[in-house]
């Protein structure tokens, strides 16, 4: 709710500063410039992080984040959408756009996520290992094998060979964690960053499997990208140190 | 139309049965056929009597009641899903009772599909049913009086034959209406092949992965449309055309 | 008695206060002007309303005492209706409709039948295959007639007429109108019959009943009380003009006006009316001289076409006497143009003595 609320704020500030500013571009148009930047949604929390890092270090440019599913992004960058940078949540999403040769240069790895076993606060059930999961008097949610969080988990079930009894295929992670944190479902599989970006809503629960689907996400500039050099900017600032901290806070791993 | 036309134009018409004819959408279909039907008749069971209550009694507070059932009309689904999560869930006012007393829990089962279904299709066959109500009026009824019929016999030989075309074009309505549910169901009753993957799930789903699939189930849902409006023509669609 | 009515009923500002009796095989004319409490009535009867005070019996039976708590419901009082509209059952045949009614008092479905298609063969002998066909398919005096065969096809002791022939066009109307004579009046069907028509009451009822503000105004055999109106309302039912007065000295004596008329063993000092035509006054813009003995002074309230004359209604001048408000004159449309007047004037109506009738009241 609160997120809800500065987006809005946000939304309200910058269409107050956008008039102004364009008729400020016509007398200095290297001052006023928006990069946008195609973002998956787990990505939130870092790149509203790191859009003020960004505007700091180069005044006058403006950052607008577009964030949502990684392959409704996909098509819509596909489909002509006017995207500079391009933050997906896997690689089998950014193979969309480079398929379509619509990327500048080979995408690069940013960061890594894994999965973690969301609980109720105080797990309630005792949930301590990803086995746990197959007890059938445990209500488990999952993510759709069609989706990341669906392909990871059913790769380190089949890894490990515990078969997850589950409740419900949830078409995104977000769907997942809702299902846990109403009380609704017993545990979830999620991204340690969404049981981070949770705020205590739901309680993480680690297991050493969750490494062997590590989930990648790449990053790349959009062919033909309106303002490529900012693009090449905001990369590298994700990339960098700035970017490590603010995505390491978050949860997400080092490639 | 044009919609439409663009998802003829993009559909892989030769991939068309392997991607029909799969055990997932075969299994979706089958259960949004299901579902629809049971909440159909759902929406007859507890909206049929609602909307004679509606149209004919003169008690206070009607219009609240009707606007409250009319509520979900303009409700996005997927506030309606929540509603009922957190009414029907497990941590829900009634749905924690169940629990404990029962041992019942809804979400996550085809009843809660239904119940989704029901909820967010209940006010076209109540508005459709009060509207031939209203139309029928009472004047035949107190004929049929005079001639001798109880208030039983004049209801059932008069009335339900008047107003059988509104709740005929009400229930397709609400089929139609079923068979297209998606918000309510992906918050309250999640997404389960056979259990509770509905066909509108199944296309959000499939074009994660794989649009060609998206595409044929949606000319699935609509050829599926397209034949519940020709079987049950209904007259207030007729009368905007 | 087959009816024996005596209510009253409050509604708001609006009280029916009636006593009204018709005996077996009588048929019963309610005149009155809209607002009269004749609806009311007809929802007394067939039990749509229920009275504050007083009883109806039918045919016998007590269907309403509201001191004994007695109640029946519509349904089983044996009071049909047949109303301006037909309201046929949409979805059923012809012969269905008609043959509702027996069935709904558990008449054997091939009996019922029966005696729809021998009843709809009485009331429309020359229509082949009527039974069969739906409502939308017959005219609208066709539906009439099978809704007059539907409503005494379950033989009620009582049948209410609510303005049956008000809703047909005027060439159906007195082929219904002779049905109805047949049917009920020669067939000795007790009925009330509601109508705004003096000619309906004339040719259907054996009396009339006149209501005026929820009261009987006046009633007696149908001739009598049309013919010799006592009251405004039924002269203006009657298509009558007619003033009230004290009978003295040969002249109808009203308030310090005279008329002179034809009086008819009228008693010196009583209570009397004078009534004629509209069709006997003639107007004047100038106060005539001359032969009419009965020249009034009014002032011209409305003019209405009515077919190939025109009414004027008077109404009093300031500080005039109520009883001209309402008088009638029928004139020709060429004479209203040759006055060219428009209502708000003066006029005199001028009245030959030969063509007054004085009645005692």
């Known amino acids: 709710m609160k997120r809800l609320l500065i987006a809005g704020v946000a939304l309200v500030a910058l269409a107050a500063c956008s008039s102004p500013s364009q008729s400020a571009s016509t007398e200095q148009p290297a001052e006023s410039r928006t990069l946008t930047v195609f973002a998956a949604a787990s990505l939130t929390e870092s790149f509203n992080a790191l859009e003020q890092t960004f505007e700091q270090q180069n005044p006058g440019v403006d950052v607008v984040l577009s964030y949502g599913g990684s392959s409704d992004l996909a098509q819509q960058i596909v489909n002509g959408a006017p995207a500079d940078v391009f933050a997906a949540a896997s690689d089998s999403t950014m193979k969309t756009v480079t398929d379509a040769q619509l990327t500048a240069a080979a995408p690069t790895i940013f960061a890594t996520n894994v999965l973690q076993i969301a609980t109720a606060p105080g797990n309630p059930k005792g949930v301590a290992a990803f086995a746990d999961l197959a ?11 069609q989706v990341p969080c669906g392909a990871a988990t059913a790769k380190i079930e089949q890894s490990t060979g515990v078969d997850i009894p589950a409740v419900s295929e949830e078409p995104d992670v977000k769907s997942v964690l809702a299902k846990v944190s109403t009380g609704n479902a017993d545990a979830g599989l999620v991204y340690v960053t969404d049981v981070n970006a949770s705020k205590g809503q739901v309680q993480g629960v680690s297991f050493p499997e969750s490494s062997a689907a590590k989930t990648n996400y790449p990053i790349a500039v959009v062919k033909n990208a309106p303002q490529a050099e900012l693009a090449q900017k905001w990369v590298a600032l994700v990339e960098g140190q700035d970017g490590a901290n603010i995505l390491g806070a978050q949860g997400f791993g080092r490639p | 139309m ?6 003829f134009q993009r559909a892989a018409w030769a991939r068309m049965p392997e991607l029909l004819l799969s055990d997932a959408a075969l299994s979706a279909l089958r259960l949004s056929l299901e579902t629809a039907a049971i909440s159909t008749g759902l929406c007859i069971l507890l909206g049929g009597p609602l909307a004679v209550v509606l149209a004919r009694s003169a008690m206070p507070g009607l219009r609240t009641v009707r606007s409250i059932v009319l509520l979900p009309l303009v409700l996005p689904p997927v506030v309606g899903g929540l509603a009922l999560l957190f009414l029907l869930g497990r941590t829900g006012l009634v749905g924690r009772q169940l629990d404990l007393w029962f041992g019942l829990t809804i979400p996550f089962t085809t009843a809660a599909v239904v119940l989704a279904q029901t909820f967010v299709a209940m006010p076209f066959l109540v508005v459709s049913l009060e509207g031939a109500l209203r139309t029928a009026g009472r004047r035949y009824e107190s004929v049929a009086a005079t001639l001798g019929a109880s208030p039983a016999l004049a209801f059932r030989r008069i009335t339900i034959p008047l107003v059988l075309p509104g709740l005929m074009s009400g229930a397709v309505l609400a089929f139609a209406r079923c068979m297209g549910e998606f918000g309510a169901t992906i918050a309250f009753a999640g997404s389960l092949q056979g259990t509770t993957r509905t066909l509108p799930l199944l296309v959000y789903q499939e074009r994660e992965v794989d649009v060609d699939g998206a595409v044929a189930l949606s000319l699935l849902l609509v050829v599926v449309a397209v034949i519940v409006i020709i079987v049950g023509r209904p007259r207030q669609l007729e009368g905007l055309s | 008695m087959s009816l024996d009515l005596a209510v009253r009923l409050d509604r708001g500002s609006f009280s029916l206060e009636v006593a009204v009796a018709a005996e077996p095989g009588e048929v019963l004319a309610v005149l009155g002007p809209n607002g009269a409490g004749k609806s ?30 007695v109640f029946v419901p519509p349904h089983r009082r044996g009071v049909g209706l047949l109303a301006q509209q037909a309201l046929l059952f949409p979805h059923m045949t012809a012969a269905a409709n008609v043959a509702f009614g027996p069935r709904a008092h558990g008449v054997p479905r091939r009996e019922a039948e029966d ?16 039974a ?16 007059l065969a539907r409503a005494i096809a379950p033989d009620p002791e009582l049948l209410l007429l609510d303005e049956p022939l008000a809703a047909l066009d005027i060439d159906a109307a007195p082929a219904m109108r002779a049905l109805l004579r047949r049917m009920i009046r020669e067939g000795k069907q007790t009925a009330v019959l509601v109508t705004h028509s ?14 005026g503000r929820g009261r009987v105004v006046e009633q007696g055999p149908t001739r009598e009380v049309l013919g010799r109106p006592r009251s405004a309302f039924t002269a203006r039912i009657a298509g009558l003009d007619l003033i009230p007065g004290t009978w003295r000295a040969g002249m109808l004596h009203a308030g310090d006006r005279m008329v002179a008329g034809m009086a008819e063993s009228v008693d010196e000092g009583g209570s009397a009316v004078a009534v004629f035509p509209p069709s006997a006054v003639a107007v ?27 009414r004027l209604r008077a109404a009093p001048r300031p500080g005039g006497p109520d009883w001209l408000d309402g008088l009638a004159a029928d004139v ?11 209502p708000g004037a003066d006029l005199w109506f001028a009245v030959k003595a030969t063509e007054v009738q004085v009645h005692p009241a």
């Open chain 3, 284 to 310: 004047h813009v100038e106060e005539p001289t001359g032969s009419p003995r009965n020249v009034l002074p009014v002032r011209l309230a409305s003019i209405e076409p009515r077919g190939d004359v025109v």
């Open chain 2, 2 to 7: 044009l919609p439409v036309l663009g998802l």
């Open chain 3, 115 to 130: 005696r729809a298609r021998a009843l709809l063969a009485d009331v429309l002998p020359d229509v082949p295959g009527l």
């Open chain 3, 132 to 147: 069969d066909r739906r409502p939308a398919q017959l005219s609208g005096g066709q539906q009439q007639r099978v809704a």
């Open chain 3, 198 to 211: 003096a000619l309906d009451a004339l040719v259907l009822a054996d009396r009339v009943v006149v209501l």
């Open chain 3, 40 to 69: 009311t009535l007809l929802g007394v009867l067939s039990g749509l309303l229920r009275p504050d005070a007083g009883h109806v019996r039918v045919g016998g039976r007590t269907v309403t005492d509201v001191e004994a708590g």
């Open chain 1, 135 to 145: 007890k059938p008097d445990l209500k488990t949610v999952v993510c759709a094998p």
């Open chain 3, 332 to 342: 020709t449309p060429a004479a209203v143009a040759d006055l060219a007047v428009e």
